[in-house]
């Protein structure tokens, strides 16, 4: 059983930065590629950032390159999505997924591909 849990999220200045955290308390995490996505009021979900679960292989939505930074810790059952030069346009509730299996050749980025998900932690980013 996989049960994921974000922190981290709050209400900051454009500029700033926030470190969100997704804890697994299920099953060791290393089994699952983990991916971070995001849901603003009005619009659909959309992905954020996903990292494989063998090689660490990452792969980011064009509108956060050079600015957000996903990582893992195996030994602490966590994954990481440190975001810096925080815009407006970043606010929306962000959401830490797993996917069963899979390798390190294709990286998920739908929602689809995802098997668990957590409820969500909101980031305010205020201008």
């Known amino acids: 059983q996989v049960q994921l849990a974000e922190s981290g999220g709050g209400l900051v200045q454009a500029g700033a930065s926030l470190r969100l955290s997704c804890t697994n308390s299920?099953?060791?995490?290393?089994?699952?590629?983990m991916g971070w996505f995001r849901q603003a009021p009005g619009k659909e979900r959309e992905f954020v950032a996903a990292?494989?679960?063998?090689?660490?292989?990452?792969h980011y939505a064009d509108f956060v390159k050079g600015r957000f930074t996903i990582s893992r810790d195996s030994a602490k059952n966590t994954g990481y999505l440190q975001m810096n030069s925080l815009k407006p346009e970043d606010t929306a509730t962000y959401y830490c997924a797993a996917k069963s299996g899979g390798g390190d050749v294709s990286i998920p980025s739908n929602v689809a591909q995802y098997d668990y998900w957590g409820q969500g932690t909101q980031v305010t980013v205020s201008s």
């Open positions: 299920g099953r060791t995490f290393s089994m699952y590629a």
């Open positions: 990292i494989t679960r063998l090689l660490g292989r990452t």
